[in-house]
């Protein structure tokens, strides 16, 4: 089974470093997930000691125009909680673990990882619970993303700057 990783078209260090260490590998071995593609954005490279990981590499990559391949392609999405990337990977049907970047200040992803898990369409994490995020998941247990009315979503958003 595959897992993309994305983190758009941030610097995610930590979750680029997270995804290769040995208890989120452990965890994606238990629940039998096999391949790993991970895109990088501007987040600094993973070391070599890091690939060294218990998943095979399919691929490690900064950027490419569009990423519904990797995202069409994959048994489970890990991402930031970026808003184009959540929506674009519900509205896929793929099961989705976000993972909140701490490091940002005033981050309005936190307020809308927790309302989409609150709706039951994805779990969300921070990089220190990834792992025991993973060994949980049941993606049975998922409401799909059905995509709505996007006004409402530009109100949502809107809302949101406002707080700011």
Do not use: W
Request: proline fraction near 3%; include cysteine; charged fraction near 25%.
């Amino acid at each position: 089974m595959k897992v993309f990783v994305t983190v758009g078209t941030t610097k995610f260090d930590a979750l680029v470093k997270k995804i290769f260490s040995h208890d989120v590998q452990d965890a994606l071995t238990e629940k039998q997930y096999t391949n790993l593609t991970v895109q990088i954005g501007n987040s600094q490279e993973p070391g070599t000691d890091l690939l060294d990981s218990k998943t095979t590499i399919d691929e490690v990559y900064k950027f490419k125009p569009s990423l519904d391949s990797d995202i069409k392609s994959a048994d489970l999405v890990i991402a930031h909680a970026g808003a184009g990337t959540c929506l674009e990977v519900l509205e896929s049907n793929k099961p989705l673990i976000v993972v909140i970047n701490e490091e940002l200040m005033g981050n309005h992803q936190t307020e809308l990882a927790e309302r989409l898990e609150k709706d039951n369409h994805l779990v969300r994490c921070t990089c220190s619970t990834l792992a025991n995020a993973i060994r949980e998941f049941d993606p049975t247990q998922l409401v799909p993303y059905e995509k709505g009315d996007i006004e409402i979503f530009a109100n949502f958003i809107e809302d949101l700057m406002k707080k700011n």
